[in-house]
């Protein structure tokens, strides 16, 4: 029987039932997804366990930190440095933990490929590792859940797991990279802002001093005031290199060989592919990149707060690290949902780990002594909304790459598609008239990557009702009369804090809740807010569509959202003074 791997090699499935798909994600180009979903043999999905999902999470958490040591004290000796663990997780740690958790996802799927033991035959194509190793986080974010970056991923695993394959001489290419889009009016206006920006941020950081706030995660005009508010000129952290990547020195990542904890499995291919992949941003290009960073950011930083340069942008997390190795406090805000409340969150974890404080919208852990309760800058000073009560029913959806990409209560790889069938469902059952007034607005974020879900709803006849303006959430909510949220996002947070009638529901089976968030969201479902089947929730929604305001402003659902905003979507209209004493406060580390 002929494996198929990835979208790439599907055109190789045989009707005659000669093949097996190894996931769901090679299904992307089916006209219909959904309806002609179950005529194809696939590999059962290893985490469609969810007890093994929760488990797996645990073991590779030590495996991270196993590894994050050892990288730590070769890349000290590399760069000739002497920095602490810290100072390294705050720079590769987000590389290396995305890395392993998606290798070690597509290396189980290869491994379940392999116990059903009637796979005779597949296809490997020709790709040179020299031209996939990614200059930077931002680069290996934007390949790693293509189908090119899973093919090579995947093909590795076959080779060490020894399934037979064909060799094709046809080469892989990196569209991402290869392809060159024209460019428009906006994109130039927008590269001269950026580069007017850059200007400035070069010519003000060497004079920063005292707390420096790197993307913030709140608009323009709301950060300006609050820089205002401080008694400083506003900092706008938009620089990018001025290098070009360097070619891959194969002699100085051998000092990176040294990392190995088995002989064979999994941490073997983990040890063996760590040195070819990790970006060159932390290999050949460090020196220069940690010059560019000190030469160029604020040099006298009494704190330094971001809620999410942490994870992407190198300049910021070298200075950062720089800094934060001197005793500077980095502190880090929560930039969106699902924090506090997910069973599992590897980001979460990663940026507690990370901050000497972590800043959260309300939400606290018991023990925990990092983390700092204050109202969110994003939510907070914002104008309620008059909403349209003869408006429309907003159906927010979610996307997600078609590949497992990151460790938190979510839906992950295939499962998305029981998501858009729950959203067809829902739809399904709701009366004609509530379901002529309802508009589904699309996440359009990552959609070379995710499902077709457009392509899915209109197939099911929901084509008319899908949103096509690009309008801003909060411009729509004002035409709605009530939002319907489907995902443990930040989208529920934010109508909730804005006080919008709001319906929410989701599979509880890939949205686990974490304990003690659990009493909150009991809550919800108390109230008739929250619901887990589709069915339930149009169920509400075709009561209360016609009369929204005597369910909302029933003393039961307002008790359980004021107590739920109390403890995960935190306001005040004096956050700038709370948020000003915070930041000013903060104290060097000795």
Known sequence: MRLIKTAIDFVDYDNNQDSILLGDWCLKDLKDILGSFDKYNKIPYHWDDREKYAGDYIYLTELYEANLSQLAGSLNTMHSTNYDLSYWRTVIGPWLRYFIDALFDRYECVKQAKKIGCITKSTIYSYDLDDVCPASFDEFWSEFTTDEWNEIILSECFQDLEIPYTQSTENLVFRNRAKRKDLTSFDILRA???????????????????????????????????????????????LTLDFPPSKRNLSLREKLSNITFASEGFESVLARLIPLFIPKSYVEDFPKLRANALKTLPKNPTSIFTANAYQADEMFKVWAAENQFLGIPLLIGQHGGTFGMASVHQSEEH???????????????????????????????????????NGSVLHVLSSFPRYFY???????????????????????????????????????????????????????????????????????LGSSRLCVCTNNATVFIETLALDFPTIIFWEPSHHEIRSDAVPFFDLLLEAGILFYTPEEAAKKVNTVAHNVDEWWFSPQVQSARIKFCERYAATSSDWEREWGEFLLGAKKIS
């Open 192 to 238: 001269m802002f950026i580069g007017l920006a850059n200007v400035y941020s070069k010519l003000l950081g060497r004079l920063q001093s005292g707390p420096v706030i790197v993307s913030a995660y709140v608009p323009l005009k709301k950060i300006i005031n609050f820089h205002f508010r401080l008694k400083k000129l506003p900092y706008f952290f938009k």
């Open 351 to 389: 940026q507690l780990r990370t901050a000497n404080n972590f800043v959260t919208w309300g939400w606290e852990i018991a023990g925990c002594d990092k983390i700092v309760r204050l109202p969110s800058m994003q939510l907070s000073g914002r104008a309620s909304i008059k909403r349209n009560q």
């Open 406 to 476: 990151q460790y938190y209560s979510m839906p992950a790889a295939g499962q998305y598609l029981v998501y858009i069938k729950n959203q067809i469902k829902f739809l399904s059952e709701l009366d004609e008239d509530v379901l002529g007034k309802t508009r589904i607005r699309l996440d359009a974020s990552s959609s070379n990557r995710s499902w077709d879900t457009a392509k899915a709803l209109s197939i099911a006849g929901y084509n008319s009702r899908i949103d096509r303006s690009n309008d801003r959430l909060l411009s729509l």
